[in-house]
């Protein structure tokens, strides 16, 4: 009998010791964090860094810890937990490069209205048209990036899923912007390529799962992580043999997070508060000389359901890839877009 009670002891320890393992597994922004709130669009899956900067200042300005809703609703809490456990933050940017701004009711509205348009006069994205009572929050992040690859590409078409498509590709003298972190076969690989201001980098990669780039990310991580020096560029150049072609792409997306709308908020320090508004807008946009990302995080809270106090307006890319912008001493991506069909495309003539 004692030895049965041992072998139970024993086993009991293995159970727990694999429990206590498998929770040092869990995803930490030092380690492997994947809370990417992403979203679909068409068979393209889209996120951008604008959400968690607007999130993260909500925390800061009004409530100094995670912020908790009222609420049971699975995917409400699945993005609420990804939000409180950023992966992204202002940390990953350069000052330059982005806004934030929290504050209440409409004198706030106004000023991110002048201080984001005086900071970006090249915005394209409209200014705020909210109204807001005094005791109203808002909380709203932007910001806008833009790089040129080394030496411009040449225009050239090419066939994406079986349809042909406006891109670009490698000449003479372009090919040498284009950098081989990992190739399996023409199906499967991970490039980068040189950019003028090396202080950003951007990356392209074929063959992973389209679904979330987890792996694509974890592929990146491993083959260019942060570096001190921002001229080292992964990789080595591709041979003059080799050929490198891609779409031309353009996005224009708005997403609602219907999921967080109406909840209340369980936190002390904004008791009797809602979400009332949270949306993105994300603009991007690709060809031969380079690429432009402008992102647009608005989250807005109320202290009373009204629902009329906001009206929110080869290396051949030719299957589904991933395209993803970081700076070149973060791990983390301030954009992500994982290209899955030809909605984000020109139609050749």
Known sequence: MQKYQIVIILITALLFSACCHHKTKEVTPETENFNYT?????????????????????????????????????????????????????ADIDEASYYMRSGYGQKTVNLIN?????????????????????????????????????????????????????????????????????????????????????????????????DKPDEVLKMLKTKAPAQEKADFIPGTVMNRKDIFQAPILHLNYERQYKEMLNKKVANKKLEGYQIALMQEIIKFDMDEKGARVENEAIIGMITSINPDAYKPKNLILDKPYWVIMKRANSNNPYFILGVGDTKLMQASD
């Open 38 to 90: 992403g979203s679909k669009f068409h068979n393209n899956y889209i996120w951008g860094g604008a959400m968690n900067l607007a999130w993260n200042e909500l925390i800061e300005s009004f409530t100094s810890e995670p912020i908790e809703l009222d609420t049971k609703d699975e995917s409400t809490l699945k993005t609420l937990y990804c939000l409180n456990n950023p992966v992204f933050s202002k």
């Open 114 to 210: 002048y201080e984001c348009k005086a900071k970006f006069p090249d915005k394209t994205i409209p200014d705020l048209q909210l109204k807001l009572s005094d005791r109203d929050i808002i909380s709203y992040a932007y910001f806008l990036k833009q790089i040129e690859y080394a030496i411009a590409f040449q225009k050239h078409e090419l066939n994406f899923m079986d349809q042909k498509v406006n891109g670009f590709t490698s000449g003479a003298e372009s090919y040498s912007n284009v950098y081989i972190l990992a190739y399996e076969n023409d199906d499967k690989f991970l490039l980068a390529l040189k950019l003028k201001d090396n202080q950003d980098q951007i990356f392209l990669a074929k063959g992973f799962p389209m």
